[in-house]
């Protein structure tokens, strides 16, 4: 199996702030790597694909980088809409998911 | 516009089978993937399978022996049945639809080969299912 780990768990951000969540996979999955949001009591949201290909719909203001092992998911200024809980997930080889970053309101 | 939606038992005993469907509306489940995805306190979020309206399937390895999907498209709708379940199978149960990448490489020795990727883009809403005698 394909372990994933997120980096930090909880961030606290306030409107305006560049946010940055970093996602690790346990050995390499080239580009194979999604983002989602999810709020509570809600479905998870697709933001992102093949590591930095945004979902259409999406703000320009959501991107990613990086490939392998390493990867990031950048809102380059949060808005209000965007206190959620962020997850990344692996589909290289089955699929699995990381254990999710939460971003909350400084 | 395309809408997923969960259904079926919110409570079911140990030892015995989850049933749920999923049924899709504002679209054809013609050349469609359908995935099952759970979400726990203590597991996060889990990917259990994805099946295809032509009926192949791949379902994660450490559910397969208790996992069966299947799909009927005259009523676009696809199910799924966890057998001899636990209270570790208490969740939220999400279909959603899975979109395919294909990437084809050349074989040295002639001839190609083919390569599938699948994520989720379309979620339905999720249904909670506890197992409790």
């Known amino acids: 199996d394909i372990q994933m780990t997120q980096s930090p768990s909880t961030l606290s951000a306030s409107v305006g702030d560049r946010v940055t969540i970093a996602c690790r996979a346990s050995q390499s999955i080239s580009r194979w790597l999604a983002w989602y949001q999810q709020k509570p009591g809600k479905a998870p949201k697709l933001l992102i694909y093949k590591a930095s290909s945004l979902e259409s719909g999406v703000p320009s203001r959501f991107s990613g980088s990086g490939s392998e092992t390493e990867f990031t998911l950048t809102i380059s200024s949060l808005q209000p809409d965007d206190f959620a809980t962020y997850y990344c997930?692996?589909?290289?080889?089955?699929?699995?998911f990381g254990p999710g970053t939460k971003v909350d309101i400084k | 516009q395309l809408q997923l939606q969960e259904s079926g038992p919110g409570l079911v005993k140990p030892s015995e089978t989850l049933s749920l469907t999923c049924t899709v509306s504002?679209?054809?489940?013609?050349?469609?993937?359908c995935s099952w995805i759970r979400q726990s306190a203590g597991k996060g979020l889990e990917w259990i399978g994805h099946?295809?309206?032509?009926?192949?399937?791949r379902y994660k390895p450490s559910l397969q022996s208790r996992v069966a999907m299947s799909v009927d498209t005259s009523n676009n709708r696809f199910s799924l049945k966890l057998s001899a379940v636990t209270a570790a199978d208490t969740a939220i149960y999400y279909c959603?639809?899975?979109?395919?990448?294909?990437?084809?490489?050349?074989?040295?020795?002639?001839?190609?080969?083919?390569?599938?990727?699948?994520?989720?883009?379309?979620w339905g809403t999720g249904t909670t299912v506890t197992v409790s005698s």
């Open positions: 504002g679209g054809s489940i013609t050349n469609y993937y």
């Open positions: 099946i295809h309206t032509s009926g192949s399937m």
């Open positions: 959603a639809r899975a979109r395919e990448e294909i990437v084809v490489e050349s074989a040295a020795l002639g001839g190609d080969y083919y390569y599938y990727f699948y994520y989720m883009d379309v």
């Open positions: 997930q692996q589909y290289y080889s089955f699929s699995s």
